[in-house]
């Protein structure tokens, strides 16, 4: 099966890099149609029905997100294009959308196709993506979408207890229990969750401190979560942290 591309950037010189990397790809995908503003965009979406969209953020006519708020229902895997790290960057990363900033690196590029298409191959439900998106945007109940190797999970940030680091993978502890294991790395979530009440006790585990239960100062100083999981903190954040507490 090839899985259809659309490109939807203001820029000509910008889509036509794309259209040209995504040639040098092995991947079963086809470039089908280019678009330079929202309302053009819109349209070629209704009339090619795209597997991925590759979407720049901001166009004279509106942003990308506009676009996507004009659509109600959204069957296809989205890859934001956009020169500007800013808020749209962490909004995107609570979803765990794919983006790349420009200047456009063909590694990178091909590296969010072959996500895309993971995502697409096993049939995950792209919508569950979408409203996640939407809700962060409006800071609405805020959800992590986490992929591992063979699902998608939907979680509420509220019931994260920790996330520790393991080289170049991810553990999530929720608080049913539950261990998730994803390939991203832990800096990747970082900022993401200490806008929500997270803090780095240890350069391998972030902590959600509504799921602390103590501080302990045995062993140089732990502290012990709701669910009895006893976290190191490290000695360079160790006044910063108690600080926090006190604040709270």
């Given at each position: 099966m090839t899985y259809k591309v659309v490109i939807i950037d203001d820029e000509?010189?910008?889509?036509?890099?794309i259209a040209n990397m995504l040639k040098n790809s092995d991947a079963p995908i086809?470039?089908?149609?280019?678009?330079?503003?929202?309302?053009?965009?819109?349209?070629l979406?209704?009339?090619e029905q795209p597997h991925i969209v590759l979407l720049d953020i901001q166009m004279p006519d509106g942003s990308g997100f506009?676009?996507?708020k004009k659509i109600k229902e959204r069957n296809f895997e989205v890859i934001f294009i956009t020169a500007h790290e800013e808020y749209a960057i962490r909004a995107i990363k609570f979803s765990a959308l794919d983006y790349i900033l420009k200047p456009i690196e063909e590694k990178e590029l091909l590296?969010?196709?072959t996500n895309a298409l993971e995502v697409?191959?096993?049939?995950?439900?792209?919508s569950e993506h979408y409203n996640t998106l939407l809700n962060n945007i409006k800071n609405e109940n805020k959800k992590l979408v986490i992929r591992t190797k063979t699902s998608v999970y939907v979680i509420d940030i509220k019931d994260i207890v920790y996330?520790?680091?393991?080289?170049n993978y991810t553990f999530f502890y929720l608080m049913d229990g539950k261990k998730i294991l994803t390939s991203r790395l832990l800096k990747d979530y970082e900022d993401i969750l200490v806008q929500s009440n997270f803090i780095r006790c240890h350069r391998s585990y972030i902590i959600n401190l509504n799921h602390l239960d103590r501080y302990d100062r045995r062993d140089g100083g732990i502290v012990v979560m709701?669910?009895?999981?006893?976290?190191?903190?490290?000695?360079?954040?160790?006044?910063?942290?108690?600080?926090?507490?006190?604040?709270?």
């Open positions: 000509l010189a910008t889509r036509k890099l086809e470039v089908v149609g280019e678009a330079g503003s929202i309302e053009s965009g819109l349209l979406i209704k009339e506009d676009l996507l590296h969010g196709i697409i191959e096993f049939k995950m439900d792209t996330c520790q680091s393991d080289r709701k669910d009895g999981s006893e976290i190191p903190i490290s000695r360079s954040i160790k006044d910063k942290f108690i600080e926090i507490l006190e604040s709270l």
